[in-house]
Protein backbone atom coordinates (compact mmCIF):
# COMPACT_ATOMS: atom_id res chain seq x y z
CA UNK A 1 0.00 0.00 0.00
CA UNK A 2 1.08 3.15 -0.71
CA UNK A 3 2.76 5.07 2.85
CA UNK A 4 -0.13 7.62 4.35
CA UNK A 5 -0.20 9.86 7.46
CA UNK A 6 -3.16 8.73 9.41
CA UNK A 7 -5.60 11.70 10.68
CA UNK A 8 -8.10 11.69 13.15
CA UNK A 9 -10.97 14.11 12.17
CA UNK A 10 -10.92 16.75 14.72
CA UNK A 11 -13.97 16.72 17.32
CA UNK A 12 -15.74 19.20 18.20
CA UNK A 13 -14.69 20.37 22.37
CA UNK A 14 -18.12 21.07 23.01
CA UNK A 15 -20.57 18.96 24.31
CA UNK A 16 -23.28 18.73 21.39
CA UNK A 17 -26.63 20.26 22.98
CA UNK A 18 -28.95 18.15 20.75
CA UNK A 19 -29.65 14.35 19.33
CA UNK A 20 -29.56 13.35 23.36
CA UNK A 21 -31.95 10.38 22.56
CA UNK A 22 -29.18 9.33 19.95
CA UNK A 23 -26.50 6.59 20.66
CA UNK A 24 -22.93 8.41 21.78
CA UNK A 25 -21.28 7.06 19.26
CA UNK A 26 -23.16 8.70 16.57
CA UNK A 27 -23.34 11.77 18.39
CA UNK A 28 -19.66 12.01 18.13
CA UNK A 29 -19.64 11.02 14.71
CA UNK A 30 -22.67 13.70 13.23
CA UNK A 31 -20.91 16.27 15.62
CA UNK A 32 -17.50 15.31 13.69
CA UNK A 33 -19.31 15.80 10.39
CA UNK A 34 -20.88 19.54 10.85
CA UNK A 35 -24.20 18.77 12.16
CA UNK A 36 -24.81 21.14 15.11
CA UNK A 37 -28.69 20.35 15.01
CA UNK A 38 -31.24 17.65 15.19
CA UNK A 39 -32.88 19.43 12.25
CA UNK A 40 -30.01 18.55 10.14
CA UNK A 41 -30.65 14.58 11.35
CA UNK A 42 -34.81 15.30 9.62
CA UNK A 43 -34.98 13.62 5.88
CA UNK A 44 -38.36 14.10 5.66
CA UNK A 45 -39.30 15.87 1.75
CA UNK A 46 -40.53 18.35 4.30
CA UNK A 47 -37.19 19.48 5.22
CA UNK A 48 -36.04 20.13 1.44
CA UNK A 49 -35.27 23.74 0.20
CA UNK A 50 -38.11 25.21 -1.93
CA UNK A 51 -37.95 24.69 -5.88
CA UNK A 52 -38.67 28.13 -6.11
CA UNK A 53 -35.32 29.90 -5.06
CA UNK A 54 -33.92 28.37 -8.07
CA UNK A 55 -33.30 31.09 -10.59
CA UNK A 56 -34.98 30.69 -14.04
CA UNK A 57 -37.56 28.15 -12.77
CA UNK A 58 -40.86 30.07 -12.98
CA UNK A 59 -39.94 30.61 -17.49
CA UNK A 60 -38.84 27.47 -17.36
CA UNK A 61 -42.19 25.96 -15.66
CA UNK A 62 -44.41 28.06 -18.33
CA UNK A 63 -42.54 26.79 -21.08
CA UNK A 64 -43.21 23.07 -20.08
CA UNK A 65 -46.77 24.10 -19.12
CA UNK A 66 -47.21 25.50 -22.72
CA UNK A 67 -46.19 21.90 -23.67
CA UNK A 68 -48.88 20.59 -21.77
CA UNK A 69 -51.55 22.46 -23.12
CA UNK A 70 -50.45 22.38 -26.42
CA UNK A 71 -49.68 19.20 -26.85
CA UNK A 72 -46.07 20.12 -27.97
CA UNK A 73 -42.68 17.70 -28.85
CA UNK A 74 -40.05 17.70 -26.16
CA UNK A 75 -36.62 16.63 -26.45
CA UNK A 76 -34.68 15.74 -23.45
CA UNK A 77 -31.06 16.30 -24.23
CA UNK A 78 -28.96 13.74 -21.51
CA UNK A 79 -25.53 13.09 -20.78
CA UNK A 80 -23.40 10.07 -21.07
CA UNK A 81 -22.63 9.31 -17.00
CA UNK A 82 -24.96 7.79 -14.10
CA UNK A 83 -26.28 11.30 -13.46
CA UNK A 84 -26.84 12.24 -17.03
CA UNK A 85 -28.50 8.89 -17.49
CA UNK A 86 -30.90 9.46 -14.14
CA UNK A 87 -31.89 12.67 -15.03
CA UNK A 88 -32.80 11.72 -18.11
CA UNK A 89 -35.08 9.43 -16.59
CA UNK A 90 -36.49 11.19 -14.46
CA UNK A 91 -37.22 14.11 -16.93
CA UNK A 92 -38.78 11.41 -19.33
CA UNK A 93 -40.97 9.57 -16.81
CA UNK A 94 -42.04 12.90 -14.66
CA UNK A 95 -42.85 14.60 -17.61
CA UNK A 96 -44.88 11.82 -19.10
CA UNK A 97 -46.95 11.91 -15.62
CA UNK A 98 -47.32 15.61 -15.72
CA UNK A 99 -49.08 15.43 -18.86
CA UNK A 100 -46.56 16.27 -21.67
CA UNK A 101 -47.70 13.72 -24.79
CA UNK A 102 -44.88 13.56 -26.70
CA UNK A 103 -41.81 13.11 -24.93
CA UNK A 104 -38.34 11.44 -26.30
CA UNK A 105 -34.92 11.57 -25.25
CA UNK A 106 -30.90 11.71 -26.94
CA UNK A 107 -28.22 11.11 -25.55
CA UNK A 108 -24.65 12.59 -26.91
CA UNK A 109 -21.86 9.86 -28.36
CA UNK A 110 -18.44 10.36 -26.00
CA UNK A 111 -16.72 9.46 -28.75
CA UNK A 112 -18.71 11.18 -32.29
CA UNK A 113 -20.44 13.97 -30.26
CA UNK A 114 -18.80 15.11 -27.09
CA UNK A 115 -19.93 16.44 -23.92
CA UNK A 116 -23.13 18.05 -24.04
CA UNK A 117 -25.74 20.10 -26.66
CA UNK A 118 -23.73 20.78 -29.70
CA UNK A 119 -24.70 22.29 -33.44
CA UNK A 120 -23.61 18.67 -34.39
CA UNK A 121 -27.12 16.87 -32.35
CA UNK A 122 -28.94 19.88 -33.69
CA UNK A 123 -28.37 19.65 -37.34
CA UNK A 124 -28.60 15.90 -37.05
CA UNK A 125 -32.28 16.15 -35.53
CA UNK A 126 -32.97 18.45 -38.31
CA UNK A 127 -31.73 15.93 -41.04
CA UNK A 128 -33.91 13.24 -39.59
CA UNK A 129 -37.13 15.07 -39.07
CA UNK A 130 -36.95 14.82 -35.44
CA UNK A 131 -37.03 18.09 -33.97
CA UNK A 132 -38.75 19.44 -30.98
CA UNK A 133 -40.69 22.42 -30.11
CA UNK A 134 -39.46 22.17 -26.67
CA UNK A 135 -35.30 21.10 -25.95
CA UNK A 136 -34.79 20.17 -22.55
CA UNK A 137 -31.06 19.79 -21.10
CA UNK A 138 -30.73 17.63 -17.78
CA UNK A 139 -27.08 17.78 -16.59
CA UNK A 140 -25.09 19.47 -19.66
CA UNK A 141 -26.10 23.07 -21.38
CA UNK A 142 -24.70 25.58 -19.17
CA UNK A 143 -21.74 25.45 -21.39
CA UNK A 144 -23.53 24.94 -24.69
CA UNK A 145 -23.50 28.38 -26.04
CA UNK A 146 -23.21 27.36 -29.95
CA UNK A 147 -25.55 24.69 -29.23
CA UNK A 148 -28.55 26.62 -27.58
CA UNK A 149 -27.74 28.83 -30.70
CA UNK A 150 -28.43 26.40 -33.06
CA UNK A 151 -31.51 25.23 -31.22
CA UNK A 152 -33.27 28.73 -31.52
CA UNK A 153 -32.07 29.65 -34.96
CA UNK A 154 -34.15 26.79 -35.83
CA UNK A 155 -37.43 28.05 -33.79
CA UNK A 156 -36.60 25.53 -31.34
CA UNK A 157 -37.28 26.72 -27.70
CA UNK A 158 -34.55 25.71 -25.17
CA UNK A 159 -34.41 24.92 -21.63
CA UNK A 160 -31.60 24.24 -19.99
CA UNK A 161 -31.13 22.35 -16.56
CA UNK A 162 -27.78 22.01 -15.17
CA UNK A 163 -25.19 22.14 -12.11
CA UNK A 164 -22.04 22.29 -13.63
CA UNK A 165 -20.46 25.69 -13.01
CA UNK A 166 -20.82 28.43 -15.40
CA UNK A 167 -18.57 30.36 -17.49
CA UNK A 168 -17.78 34.01 -18.14
CA UNK A 169 -20.87 33.81 -20.66
CA UNK A 170 -24.10 32.17 -20.68
CA UNK A 171 -25.79 30.53 -23.53
CA UNK A 172 -29.24 32.40 -24.79
CA UNK A 173 -31.48 29.82 -23.71
CA UNK A 174 -35.25 30.44 -23.16
CA UNK A 175 -34.81 29.52 -19.39
CA UNK A 176 -31.99 28.43 -17.37
CA UNK A 177 -32.15 26.65 -13.79
CA UNK A 178 -28.81 26.21 -12.16
CA UNK A 179 -28.26 26.53 -8.41
CA UNK A 180 -24.77 27.27 -9.73
CA UNK A 181 -24.89 30.06 -12.11
CA UNK A 182 -24.93 33.66 -11.37
CA UNK A 183 -27.12 35.19 -9.06
CA UNK A 184 -28.85 31.78 -8.31
CA UNK A 185 -30.47 32.16 -4.47
CA UNK A 186 -31.18 28.67 -3.74
CA UNK A 187 -29.14 26.96 -0.76
CA UNK A 188 -27.73 24.17 -1.78
CA UNK A 189 -25.13 24.16 -4.51
CA UNK A 190 -24.18 20.96 -5.03
CA UNK A 191 -27.44 19.64 -6.00
CA UNK A 192 -26.49 16.90 -8.95
CA UNK A 193 -28.42 17.24 -12.48
CA UNK A 194 -30.83 14.94 -11.58
CA UNK A 195 -32.08 16.92 -8.16
CA UNK A 196 -32.03 19.84 -10.25
CA UNK A 197 -34.76 18.00 -12.81
CA UNK A 198 -36.58 16.70 -9.97
CA UNK A 199 -37.40 20.27 -8.26
CA UNK A 200 -38.22 21.65 -12.19
CA UNK A 201 -40.87 18.71 -11.80
CA UNK A 202 -42.47 19.79 -8.51
CA UNK A 203 -42.40 22.85 -9.79
CA UNK A 204 -44.13 22.30 -13.05
CA UNK A 205 -46.59 19.77 -10.80
CA UNK A 206 -47.63 22.75 -8.25
CA UNK A 207 -48.18 25.12 -11.44
CA UNK A 208 -50.20 22.77 -13.23
CA UNK A 209 -52.12 22.16 -10.22
CA UNK A 210 -53.09 25.48 -9.37
CA UNK A 211 -54.63 25.82 -13.36
CA UNK A 212 -56.35 22.94 -12.64
CA UNK A 213 -54.56 20.92 -15.45
CA UNK A 214 -52.97 17.62 -13.67
CA UNK A 215 -53.71 14.70 -14.23
CA UNK A 216 -56.09 12.71 -12.01
CA UNK A 217 -55.09 10.59 -10.09
CA UNK A 218 -52.47 13.28 -9.20
CA UNK A 219 -49.18 12.02 -10.13
CA UNK A 220 -46.79 10.89 -7.15
CA UNK A 221 -43.35 12.70 -7.93
CA UNK A 222 -41.95 10.59 -4.67
CA UNK A 223 -41.72 7.24 -7.47
CA UNK A 224 -38.92 9.39 -8.60
CA UNK A 225 -36.69 9.70 -5.36
CA UNK A 226 -34.90 6.05 -6.07
CA UNK A 227 -33.61 7.62 -9.70
CA UNK A 228 -32.54 10.70 -7.62
CA UNK A 229 -30.82 9.35 -5.18
CA UNK A 230 -28.56 7.13 -7.38
CA UNK A 231 -27.59 9.97 -9.38
CA UNK A 232 -26.62 12.15 -6.73
CA UNK A 233 -24.58 9.53 -4.94
CA UNK A 234 -23.29 8.21 -8.20
CA UNK A 235 -21.96 11.99 -9.07
CA UNK A 236 -20.18 12.12 -6.26
CA UNK A 237 -21.65 15.48 -5.22
CA UNK A 238 -21.38 16.49 -1.69
CA UNK A 239 -23.80 15.43 0.82
CA UNK A 240 -25.28 18.55 2.12
CA UNK A 241 -28.57 18.23 4.22
CA UNK A 242 -30.58 18.63 0.77
CA UNK A 243 -29.06 16.17 -0.91
CA UNK A 244 -28.91 13.68 2.12
CA UNK A 245 -33.07 13.72 2.18
CA UNK A 246 -33.24 13.12 -1.26
CA UNK A 247 -30.27 9.73 -0.93
CA UNK A 248 -32.32 8.95 2.43
CA UNK A 249 -35.72 9.30 0.44
CA UNK A 250 -34.68 7.05 -2.66
CA UNK A 251 -32.60 4.13 -0.59
CA UNK A 252 -36.07 3.89 1.79
CA UNK A 253 -37.93 2.71 -1.24
CA UNK A 254 -35.36 0.54 -2.82
CA UNK A 255 -35.08 -1.08 0.47
CA UNK A 256 -38.66 -1.70 0.29
CA UNK A 257 -38.70 -3.01 -3.09
CA UNK A 258 -40.61 0.44 -4.76
CA UNK A 259 -37.92 1.28 -7.15
CA UNK A 260 -37.30 0.97 -10.97
CA UNK A 261 -37.32 -2.37 -11.84
CA UNK A 262 -33.72 -1.26 -13.54
CA UNK A 263 -32.79 -0.48 -10.35
CA UNK A 264 -33.30 -3.64 -8.74
CA UNK A 265 -32.02 -5.66 -11.86
CA UNK A 266 -28.48 -3.71 -11.62
CA UNK A 267 -28.68 -4.90 -7.59
CA UNK A 268 -29.88 -8.52 -8.33
CA UNK A 269 -26.89 -8.89 -11.25
CA UNK A 270 -24.30 -7.58 -8.45
CA UNK A 271 -25.63 -10.15 -6.53
CA UNK A 272 -26.83 -7.12 -3.79
CA UNK A 273 -29.50 -8.16 -1.54
CA UNK A 274 -31.75 -4.76 -2.10
CA UNK A 275 -33.73 -4.61 1.24
CA UNK A 276 -30.29 -4.26 3.11
CA UNK A 277 -28.34 -1.65 0.64
CA UNK A 278 -26.83 1.39 1.44
CA UNK A 279 -25.59 4.95 -0.29
CA UNK A 280 -21.99 2.73 -0.61
CA UNK A 281 -23.87 0.07 -2.90
CA UNK A 282 -25.26 2.96 -5.15
CA UNK A 283 -22.00 4.41 -5.24
CA UNK A 284 -19.60 1.20 -5.96
CA UNK A 285 -21.90 -1.69 -7.55
CA UNK A 286 -24.88 0.17 -9.51
CA UNK A 287 -23.30 3.65 -10.16
CA UNK A 288 -20.42 1.87 -12.08
CA UNK A 289 -22.46 -0.60 -14.11
CA UNK A 290 -24.65 2.13 -15.16
CA UNK A 291 -21.87 4.41 -15.95
CA UNK A 292 -20.42 1.27 -18.43
CA UNK A 293 -22.48 1.90 -21.11
CA UNK A 294 -21.90 5.40 -21.20
CA UNK A 295 -17.88 4.47 -21.66
CA UNK A 296 -17.73 1.97 -23.63
CA UNK A 297 -21.01 1.91 -25.98
CA UNK A 298 -23.96 3.82 -25.87
CA UNK A 299 -25.89 5.59 -22.73
CA UNK A 300 -29.10 4.68 -23.94
CA UNK A 301 -28.72 1.53 -23.11
CA UNK A 302 -28.51 2.75 -19.31
CA UNK A 303 -31.53 4.74 -20.03
CA UNK A 304 -33.64 2.15 -21.91
CA UNK A 305 -33.00 0.26 -18.50
CA UNK A 306 -33.80 2.80 -15.79
CA UNK A 307 -37.50 3.45 -17.96
CA UNK A 308 -37.88 -0.52 -18.42
CA UNK A 309 -41.22 -1.39 -17.25
CA UNK A 310 -40.63 -4.58 -17.41
CA UNK A 311 -38.52 -6.47 -14.68
CA UNK A 312 -37.73 -9.12 -17.20
CA UNK A 313 -36.66 -6.28 -20.19
CA UNK A 314 -34.90 -4.57 -17.14
CA UNK A 315 -33.03 -7.50 -16.06
CA UNK A 316 -31.88 -8.60 -19.80
CA UNK A 317 -30.73 -4.83 -20.07
CA UNK A 318 -29.17 -4.97 -16.67
CA UNK A 319 -27.23 -7.88 -17.49
CA UNK A 320 -25.59 -6.23 -20.42
CA UNK A 321 -24.33 -3.37 -18.44
CA UNK A 322 -22.76 -5.98 -16.55
CA UNK A 323 -21.06 -7.60 -19.85
CA UNK A 324 -19.53 -3.99 -20.57
CA UNK A 325 -18.73 -3.22 -16.92
CA UNK A 326 -16.56 -6.20 -16.69
CA UNK A 327 -15.05 -5.19 -20.06
CA UNK A 328 -14.51 -1.72 -18.73
CA UNK A 329 -12.37 -3.67 -15.80
CA UNK A 330 -10.40 -5.60 -18.27
CA UNK A 331 -9.88 -2.44 -19.92
CA UNK A 332 -9.26 -0.19 -17.25
CA UNK A 333 -6.51 -3.20 -15.72
CA UNK A 334 -4.43 -2.49 -19.09
CA UNK A 335 -4.01 0.69 -19.14
CA UNK A 336 -3.38 1.47 -15.34
CA UNK A 337 -0.39 -1.11 -16.43
CA UNK A 338 0.28 1.09 -19.19
CA UNK A 339 0.67 4.28 -17.25
CA UNK A 340 2.36 2.83 -14.28
CA UNK A 341 5.21 1.92 -16.77
CA UNK A 342 4.84 5.52 -18.32
CA UNK A 343 5.48 6.93 -14.76
CA UNK A 344 8.48 4.41 -14.08
CA UNK A 345 10.16 5.70 -17.41
CA UNK A 346 10.33 9.08 -16.60
CA UNK A 347 12.35 7.62 -14.11
CA UNK A 348 11.62 9.97 -11.02
CA UNK A 349 10.73 8.79 -7.95
CA UNK A 350 7.27 10.41 -6.32
CA UNK A 351 9.18 13.73 -4.72
CA UNK A 352 10.32 14.14 -8.62
CA UNK A 353 7.01 14.17 -10.17
CA UNK A 354 5.12 17.02 -11.13
CA UNK A 355 3.29 18.45 -9.07
CA UNK A 356 0.14 18.27 -12.06
CA UNK A 357 0.30 14.92 -13.85
CA UNK A 358 -0.35 15.28 -17.03
CA UNK A 359 -0.09 11.91 -19.00
CA UNK A 360 -0.99 10.19 -22.80
CA UNK A 361 -0.83 7.23 -24.40
CA UNK A 362 -1.73 6.72 -28.21
CA UNK A 363 -3.43 3.24 -27.25
CA UNK A 364 -5.82 4.68 -24.46
CA UNK A 365 -9.65 4.11 -24.31
CA UNK A 366 -11.86 7.28 -23.98
CA UNK A 367 -14.22 6.08 -21.76
CA UNK A 368 -12.31 5.22 -19.16
CA UNK A 369 -9.48 8.13 -19.07
CA UNK A 370 -11.63 9.32 -16.11
CA UNK A 371 -11.14 6.07 -13.73
CA UNK A 372 -7.05 5.69 -14.98
CA UNK A 373 -6.68 9.46 -14.05
CA UNK A 374 -8.60 8.30 -10.78
CA UNK A 375 -6.23 5.52 -9.81
CA UNK A 376 -3.11 7.25 -11.02
CA UNK A 377 -4.09 9.67 -8.41
CA UNK A 378 -4.30 7.79 -5.91
CA UNK A 379 -1.37 6.02 -6.06
CA UNK A 380 0.77 9.72 -6.58
CA UNK A 381 -1.40 11.40 -4.68
CA UNK A 382 -1.18 13.97 -7.76
CA UNK A 383 -3.74 16.01 -9.58
CA UNK A 384 -4.05 13.58 -12.48
CA UNK A 385 -4.80 13.87 -16.13
CA UNK A 386 -5.11 11.13 -18.35
CA UNK A 387 -5.50 12.01 -22.10
CA UNK A 388 -6.89 9.81 -25.07
CA UNK A 389 -6.59 10.04 -28.67
CA UNK A 390 -9.47 11.94 -30.22
CA UNK A 391 -11.60 10.59 -33.38
CA UNK A 392 -10.47 13.36 -35.57
CA UNK A 393 -6.85 12.31 -35.12
CA UNK A 394 -5.58 15.54 -34.37
CA UNK A 395 -7.17 16.20 -30.55
CA UNK A 396 -6.48 14.51 -27.33
CA UNK A 397 -9.62 14.28 -24.83
CA UNK A 398 -8.58 14.28 -21.23
CA UNK A 399 -10.23 13.63 -18.13
CA UNK A 400 -8.66 15.37 -14.71
CA UNK A 401 -9.26 13.99 -11.18
CA UNK A 402 -8.30 16.59 -8.10
CA UNK A 403 -6.92 16.39 -4.33
CA UNK A 404 -8.04 18.22 -1.60
CA UNK A 405 -7.07 21.62 -2.01
CA UNK A 406 -7.08 21.98 -5.85
CA UNK A 407 -10.20 22.84 -7.19
CA UNK A 408 -9.41 21.60 -10.87
CA UNK A 409 -12.07 23.84 -12.86
CA UNK A 410 -10.24 26.65 -11.35
CA UNK A 411 -6.81 25.26 -11.95
CA UNK A 412 -8.30 24.97 -15.72
CA UNK A 413 -9.40 28.49 -15.71
CA UNK A 414 -5.97 29.63 -14.50
CA UNK A 415 -4.35 27.92 -17.74
CA UNK A 416 -6.79 29.34 -19.51
CA UNK A 417 -6.18 32.44 -18.83
CA UNK A 418 -2.27 32.32 -19.08
CA UNK A 419 -2.02 30.53 -22.17
CA UNK A 420 -5.56 31.19 -24.67
CA UNK A 421 -6.57 28.87 -26.88
CA UNK A 422 -4.32 26.18 -25.40
CA UNK A 423 -7.43 24.20 -24.40
CA UNK A 424 -10.33 23.98 -27.41
CA UNK A 425 -12.89 23.32 -24.61
CA UNK A 426 -12.71 22.33 -20.54
CA UNK A 427 -15.42 22.13 -17.88
CA UNK A 428 -15.75 20.69 -14.95
CA UNK A 429 -16.33 20.55 -11.08
CA UNK A 430 -14.10 21.04 -8.06
CA UNK A 431 -12.72 17.26 -8.19
CA UNK A 432 -13.47 16.07 -11.80
CA UNK A 433 -12.92 17.98 -15.03
CA UNK A 434 -12.11 17.57 -19.10
CA UNK A 435 -10.76 19.37 -21.47
CA UNK A 436 -9.72 18.54 -25.08
CA UNK A 437 -6.36 20.14 -26.52
CA UNK A 438 -5.06 19.87 -29.49
CA UNK A 439 -2.30 16.66 -30.15
CA UNK A 440 0.63 19.05 -30.55
CA UNK A 441 0.13 20.95 -27.63
CA UNK A 442 0.62 18.22 -24.94
CA UNK A 443 3.78 19.43 -23.87
CA UNK A 444 2.93 22.66 -23.54
CA UNK A 445 -0.06 22.20 -21.99
CA UNK A 446 1.59 19.41 -19.40
CA UNK A 447 3.89 22.53 -18.52
CA UNK A 448 1.06 25.21 -17.89
CA UNK A 449 -0.61 22.29 -16.00
CA UNK A 450 2.26 21.64 -13.53
CA UNK A 451 2.86 25.61 -13.30
CA UNK A 452 -1.17 26.22 -12.10
CA UNK A 453 -0.27 23.24 -9.44
CA UNK A 454 2.32 24.31 -8.07
CA UNK A 455 0.66 27.73 -7.78
CA UNK A 456 -2.32 26.43 -5.79
CA UNK A 457 -0.82 23.91 -3.39
CA UNK A 458 2.29 23.51 -0.65
CA UNK A 459 4.32 20.99 -0.76
CA UNK A 460 2.55 19.57 2.41
CA UNK A 461 -0.74 19.42 0.25
CA UNK A 462 1.17 16.51 -1.82
CA UNK A 463 1.22 13.80 1.00
CA UNK A 464 -1.29 11.32 0.69
CA UNK A 465 -3.15 11.38 4.00
CA UNK A 466 -6.15 8.91 5.24
CA UNK A 467 -8.52 10.45 7.75
CA UNK A 468 -10.61 9.02 10.46
CA UNK A 469 -12.70 8.91 13.41
CA UNK A 470 -10.05 7.22 15.56
CA UNK A 471 -10.35 4.56 17.60
CA UNK A 472 -13.83 2.33 18.61
CA UNK A 473 -13.57 1.34 22.64
CA UNK A 474 -13.50 -2.29 23.06
CA UNK A 475 -17.36 -2.10 23.88
CA UNK A 476 -17.79 -0.47 20.47
CA UNK A 477 -16.36 -3.09 18.17
CA UNK A 478 -18.92 -5.56 17.64
CA UNK A 479 -21.83 -5.89 15.35
CA UNK A 480 -24.09 -3.97 16.45
CA UNK A 481 -21.91 -1.14 16.14
CA UNK A 482 -21.92 -2.51 12.02
CA UNK A 483 -25.26 -2.80 11.80
CA UNK A 484 -26.04 0.71 13.74
CA UNK A 485 -23.59 2.73 11.28
CA UNK A 486 -25.07 1.03 7.40
CA UNK A 487 -28.40 2.49 8.67
CA UNK A 488 -26.94 5.72 10.26
CA UNK A 489 -26.32 7.25 6.93
CA UNK A 490 -26.70 8.37 3.93
CA UNK A 491 -23.03 8.53 3.53
CA UNK A 492 -21.05 9.98 0.82
CA UNK A 493 -18.81 12.65 -0.08
CA UNK A 494 -18.55 15.23 2.35
CA UNK A 495 -20.35 13.20 4.70
CA UNK A 496 -17.74 10.32 4.67
CA UNK A 497 -18.78 7.11 6.15
CA UNK A 498 -17.44 6.69 9.41
CA UNK A 499 -14.11 4.90 8.94
CA UNK A 500 -11.42 3.83 12.52
CA UNK A 501 -7.98 3.37 13.26
CA UNK A 502 -6.40 1.55 15.96
CA UNK A 503 -3.80 -0.93 17.28
CA UNK A 504 -4.08 -4.98 16.62
CA UNK A 505 -1.81 -8.04 16.77
CA UNK A 506 -2.06 -10.14 14.01
CA UNK A 507 -2.71 -13.78 14.62
CA UNK A 508 -2.30 -14.85 10.87
CA UNK A 509 -2.56 -13.47 7.38
CA UNK A 510 -2.80 -15.16 4.11
CA UNK A 511 -3.35 -13.70 0.55
CA UNK A 512 -6.86 -14.68 -1.13
CA UNK A 513 -8.02 -14.56 -4.67
CA UNK A 514 -4.48 -13.71 -5.92
CA UNK A 515 -5.04 -9.78 -4.67
CA UNK A 516 -6.08 -9.91 -1.18
CA UNK A 517 -4.95 -9.88 2.08
CA UNK A 518 -7.17 -11.75 4.70
CA UNK A 519 -6.40 -11.20 8.42
CA UNK A 520 -7.21 -12.61 11.91
CA UNK A 521 -6.80 -9.58 14.47
CA UNK A 522 -6.77 -9.01 18.45
CA UNK A 523 -6.73 -5.87 19.49
CA UNK A 524 -3.44 -4.92 20.84
CA UNK A 525 -4.81 -3.52 24.18
CA UNK A 526 -6.33 -7.15 24.54
CA UNK A 527 -9.81 -9.02 23.46
CA UNK A 528 -11.31 -11.39 21.33
CA UNK A 529 -10.08 -12.44 17.94
CA UNK A 530 -11.67 -10.07 14.51
CA UNK A 531 -11.47 -11.52 10.63
CA UNK A 532 -10.71 -8.73 8.39
CA UNK A 533 -9.82 -8.47 4.64
CA UNK A 534 -7.87 -5.75 2.99
CA UNK A 535 -9.05 -6.09 -0.69
CA UNK A 536 -6.59 -5.40 -4.16
CA UNK A 537 -3.28 -4.87 -1.98
CA UNK A 538 -1.18 -7.22 -4.49
CA UNK A 539 0.80 -10.66 -3.36
CA UNK A 540 3.77 -9.13 -1.95
CA UNK A 541 2.62 -7.72 1.47
CA UNK A 542 4.86 -7.46 4.49
CA UNK A 543 4.48 -10.01 7.53
CA UNK A 544 2.43 -8.41 9.94
CA UNK A 545 2.39 -11.06 12.60
CA UNK A 546 6.25 -9.99 13.36
CA UNK A 547 5.24 -6.42 13.90
CA UNK A 548 1.62 -6.10 14.58
CA UNK A 549 -0.40 -3.26 12.62
CA UNK A 550 -1.82 -0.23 12.94
CA UNK A 551 -5.13 -0.59 11.05
CA UNK A 552 -7.77 2.05 9.18
CA UNK A 553 -10.91 -0.02 9.23
CA UNK A 554 -14.83 0.12 8.89
CA UNK A 555 -16.60 -2.88 11.28
CA UNK A 556 -19.42 -4.35 8.93
CA UNK A 557 -21.14 -7.64 8.93
CA UNK A 558 -19.78 -10.89 7.03
CA UNK A 559 -22.24 -13.85 6.76
CA UNK A 560 -20.79 -17.29 5.65
CA UNK A 561 -22.75 -20.65 5.58
CA UNK A 562 -24.99 -19.30 7.50
CA UNK A 563 -23.35 -17.53 10.52
CA UNK A 564 -22.80 -13.84 10.43
CA UNK A 565 -19.55 -12.44 12.41
CA UNK A 566 -18.07 -8.71 12.61
CA UNK A 567 -15.40 -8.28 9.97
CA UNK A 568 -13.09 -5.48 9.65
CA UNK A 569 -13.25 -3.99 6.23
CA UNK A 570 -9.51 -2.58 5.70
CA UNK A 571 -8.74 0.76 4.31
CA UNK A 572 -5.10 1.27 4.94
CA UNK A 573 -2.34 -0.68 7.20
CA UNK A 574 1.01 -0.38 8.19
CA UNK A 575 3.30 -1.96 10.30
CA UNK A 576 3.32 -0.83 14.12
CA UNK A 577 7.22 0.13 13.91
CA UNK A 578 6.67 2.88 11.63
CA UNK A 579 5.50 5.34 14.22
CA UNK A 580 2.75 7.19 14.91
CA UNK A 581 0.35 9.97 14.15
Not at 158 to 170: I, N, P, R, S
Not at 414 to 423: E, N, R, W
Request: with cysteine; charged share 25%; aromatic share 6%.
Amino acid sequence: MTPKKILRRPQPADTPNWGHSLPPILRRLYAARGVHSDDQLQYTLKHLASPMQLRGIDRAVELLADAVVQKQRVMILGDFDADGATSTAVAMLGLSMLGVPSVDFRVPSRFSDGYGLTPGIIHRLQEEGELPDLLVTVDNGISAIEGVRAARNLGIKVVVTDHHLAGEELPDADAIVNPNQPGCPFLSKNAAGVGVMFYVLTALRKHLRDRNLLPNPEPNLGTLLDLVALGTVADVVPLDHNNRIFVEQGIRRIRKGEARPGILALLKVAGRDHTEISSTDLGFVVGPRLNAAGRLDDMSIGIACLLADSPDEALRLAQELDTFNRERRTIEKDMKQQAQELLASMSLDIAGLPWGLALFDPDWHQGVIGILAARIREQTHRPTIAFAPDDDGVSLKGSARSIPGLHIRDALAVVDAKSPGLMKKYGGHAMAAGMTIARDDLEAFSKAFDEAVRDSLKPEDLEAAIVTDGPLAANELNLDTAYLLKRSGPWGQHFPEPLFDGEFNVVSQRIVGENHLKLVLQPAEGGGIIDAIAFNTGPEVPDYTRSGARVVYKPDANTFRGRTNLQLMVDYLEPLNRGGV
